[in-house]
C-alpha cells in the first residue's frame, strides 16, 4: 500500500505541475476535477479510490465543500497516508458509495472532525487507529451500512457520534476515554458494547431496546436510558453514576460497580434488580433502592450514610452487610424491610433517623450503640428479633415509640448524657428486666417502660397494638431526686436507687509473678439496688483478675484493672498493676 500511495503522489504532482503551467480552472480540465492539493497535502480519484496523500492536518470543511466532494458517486474508498495527523470537519460528508477506509503505514492520525463521515450510508470497514485520540460530533451520524465498530484507540467521541447508525451491531472500543450525549441514539440494533472505562454522556445509550451486554465506566444522567434487554452490565471501573444513569432497565438483575458517588435515581425504573455490590460508595443517597422490591442483597463496604428512603419498601431485602463504616441511617432507610435478616453496625454509627427501621420484623443485629447520640422516633418499632444490647455512653435523645415491640432487646443502660427520653420508647421490650436513666434526663413521656404489648386485628383485618399501662413495668435505676425517680413514682414504676461511685482497697497493686492479690471493692450509696460489679484486666498476659476480686501475676510488666457497676450506671475504678 506505501508504494502504491507513492506511485499516486508521484502522479498527482504531475498533475498539478500541469495544471499550474497551462493555467487552467477545475471546470475546464478533468485532471483538476479527479485531483489536486490541500496544503501539504494531495488528494485522487482513480478506480473508485480517494486517495489522501501528504502530512499534517486534513483541513476543515462545510458540508459539500470538500474539492472531492462532486466525485462523490464514484468514492468507494478511502486511502489515507499515514502522516496525516488530523481529519477535518465534513471531510468525507455524504459519501453514500463510499464502503471503506483505509489508514496507510503507521498511522500518526490523533483527531477527527465533527460530521467527518455523515451521512456515508454503505460505509462498512472503518477501524481507526490506535493512536487516535478525538473524534468529534455527529462523526458517523447515519452511517447505517456499519454493523461492527472496532477500535483499541484511546479516544474521547463527540456528541451524536454514531447517532442512527441503524444496523449497528456490536462496538469494541475498550480503550475509550469518553462518548458523549446521545452518542447510540437510534442505534436500534445495537446488542452489544464494550466501551471499556469510557465516560457516558446524557442519553448515550437511548432506547437501545435490543442492548443485551454494556461494559462502561463512569455514567451522566439518564446515559443508558431504557434499554428494555439490558442484562449484563460491566460498571466495575465507574467513578460515579449519576442520577437515571441506569433508568428503566427491566431486565436487569445484578449490578457491581467500585464508583465511590451514586446519585440518589440513579436506578429508577429498574425495578428487578436483586444484588448490588457497591463496595467503595461512600454516601447511598435518598431515595436510591426505594420500593426496590425484587432487591435482595446488598454489599457495602465504605458507606458512611445511608440516605432517607434509601431503602425503603424493600419487601424482599434479606442480607445487607459492609455496613461497618456507617455513621448515620436517615429516616426511613430501611423502613418495612420485612425480610432483612441482620444489619451490623461498628461503634461508629451516630445518629438513628426517625422510622429508619420501622417493622423490619425478622431483623437481629448486631447493632453498637455506644457512640449513638442520637435514635428518632419508631427507629426500631417492631423489630420484634432485634436482639442487640443496649451500651449507649454518649446518647442525648431517645424518641417516641424509638424501641416499641422490641422482644428481644437486651441490655441496661442509658448512658450517662440522656436529656430526653419519649413516650413509649422501650414499651413491650420484654427482655430487658432493669434500665438505668441518668440525671440528665429531664424530659420524659409517658409509659415508656411498660414490658408487654398484646397484638390485636381492628375490624378491617389491620394489625394493631394494644398495652395495659398498669401492667408489669421495666425496673427503673437513677439516683435520688433525680427527674426519672419522679417519673417512677407518677406511674407507678418499680425504681432502685442506682450507684453513684465505686471504690477499692487499693488502686496500685505491686506484686511478683505467680503471686496474689485480694482487691476489695465497695459502691455507695449502702442502699443501691444492685451492688454487683465486673472486673476486666486490660492485658490478661501480665495480669488477671477473678469474680472474687483476686489478681494473679502472670509475667513482668503493668496493665490496668478496672472494676464497673453492674447496675448500668457507669460508674467505675481503675486500678494499676505492676508484676515483678
Given at each position: ?108 492520525l490523533t483527531k477527527i472532525g465533527d ?66 450525549s446521545n452518542a447510540f441514539y437510534g ?394
Amino acid at each position: 500500500m506505501k508504494k502504491l500511495l507513492s506511485i499516486v503522489l508521484a502522479v498527482l504532482m504531475c498533475m498539478t505541475a500541469m495544471t499550474t503551467a497551462i493555467s487552467v480552472s477545475a471546470k475546464e480540465t478533468n485532471t483538476v476535477e479527479t485531483s489536486a492539493t490541500v496544503g501539504n497535502i494531495s488528494w485522487g480519484v482513480s478506480g473508485g479510490y480517494l486517495y489522501i496523500v501528504g502530512s499534517g492536518d486534513l483541513p476543515n470543511f462545510n458540508a459539500y465543500s470538500a474539492p472531492w466532494s462532486s466525485k462523490y458517486q464514484e468514492i468507494k474508498r478511502v486511502v489515507i497516508d499515514g502522516n496525516i495527523t488530523s481529519i477535518g470537519s465534513y471531510a468525507f460528508y455524504n459519501l453514500s458509495n463510499l464502503v471503506s477506509v483505509q489508514f496507510d503505514g503507521v498511522s500518526k492520525l490523533t483527531k477527527i472532525g465533527d460530521n467527518a463521515f455523515s451521512y456515508c450510508t454503505s460505509l462498512t470497514d472503518i477501524t481507526l487507529p490506535s493512536t487516535v485520540k478525538s473524534v468529534g460530533k455527529n462523526v458517523f451520524y447515519n452511517c447505517k451500512a456499519m454493523t461492527n465498530f472496532t477500535t483499541n484507540c484511546s479516544a474521547s467521541y463527540g456528541d451524536y457520534a454514531f447517532e442512527y447508525c441503524t444496523n449497528l451491531k456490536t462496538v469494541n472500543a475498550p480503550k475509550s476515554k469518553s462518548f458523549g450525549s446521545n452518542a447510540f441514539y437510534g442505534c436500534d440494533n445495537l446488542t452489544k458494547a464494550n466501551l471499556g472505562n469510557a465516560t457516558l454522556g446524557e442519553y448515550c445509550m437511548y432506547n437501545n431496546d435490543k442492548l443485551v451486554s454494556l461494559t462502561a465506566g463512569s455514567l451522566n444522567k439518564r446515559a443508558v436510558y431504557s434499554a428494555d434487554n439490558l442484562t449484563s452490565l460491566n460498571i466495575r471501573n465507574a467513578k460515579f453514576i449519576k442520577g437515571f444513569a441506569l433508568y428503566n432497565l427491566p431486565k436487569l438483575t445484578s449490578v457491581s460497580t467500585n464508583a465511590t458517588s451514586i446519585d440518589a435515581d440513579a436506578f429508577f425504573g429498574s425495578e428487578n434488580i436483586k444484588t448490588i455490590n457497591l463496595p467503595k460508595v461512600k454516601v447511598i443517597q435518598d431515595y436510591t433502592f426505594k420500593n426496590a422490591k425484587k432487591l435482595q442483597t446488598v454489599k457495602l463496604g465504605s458507606a458512611q450514610k445511608i440516605g432517607k428512603y434509601a431503602f425503603y419498601g424493600c419487601t424482599n431485602l434479606t442480607t445487607i452487610t459492609g455496613t461497618y463504616n456507617v455513621k448515620r441511617v436517615d429516616n426511613f432507610a430501611f423502613d418495612s424491610c420485612k425480610k432483612l435478616k441482620k444489619f451490623t453496625s461498628s461503634n461508629k454509627l451516630t445518629y438513628i433517623g426517625y422510622q429508619s427501621f420501622f417493622n423490619c420484623q425478622n431483623m437481629t443485629g448486631s447493632i453498637n450503640f455506644s457512640n449513638v447520640t442520637y435514635v428518632d422516633d419508631t427507629a426500631f418499632a417492631n423489630c420484634k428479633k432485634l436482639a442487640s444490647t443496649l451500651n449507649f455512653r454518649k446518647v442525648t435523645y431517645i424518641g417516641t415509640d424509638a424501641f416499641f415491640n422490641c422482644q428481644k432487646l437486651k441490655g441496661n443502660t442509658l448512658g450517662t448524657k440522656l436529656k430526653k427520653l419519649g413516650s413509649k420508647a422501650f414499651i413491650g421490650c420484654s427482655s430487658i428486666s432493669s434500665l438505668y436513666v441518668p440525671s440528665t434526663c429531664k424530659n420524659t413521656g409517658y409509659d415508656i417502660f411498660v414490658k408487654k404489648v398484646t397484638s390485636v386485628k381492628d375490624s378491617n383485618g389491620y394489625l394493631t397494638y394494644k398495652y395495659y399501662p398498669n401492667s408489669k413495668k421495666i425496673t427503673i435505676y437513677g439516683n435520688k431526686g433525680s427527674g426519672i425517680q419522679s417519673y417512677a413514682k407518677l406511674y407507678k414504676n418499680p425504681f432502685k436507687y442506682a450507684v453513684k461511685s465505686v471504690s477499692v482497697n487499693s488502686t496500685k497493686v505491686v506484686i511478683k509473678k505467680g503471686k496474689t492479690f485480694k482487691l476489695k471493692t465497695y459502691v455507695s450509696p449502702t442502699n443501691c439496688g444492685n451492688k454487683k460489679v465486673t472486673v476486666r484486666s486490660s492485658n490478661t498476659k501480665i495480669a488477671t483478675i477473678n469474680s472474687k476480686g483476686v489478681i494473679k501475676g502472670i509475667k513482668k510488666g503493668k496493665c490496668k484493672i478496672t472494676v464497673t457497676s453492674r447496675d448500668g450506671s457507669l460508674k467505675s475504678k481503675t486500678v494499676t498493676v505492676t508484676v515483678k
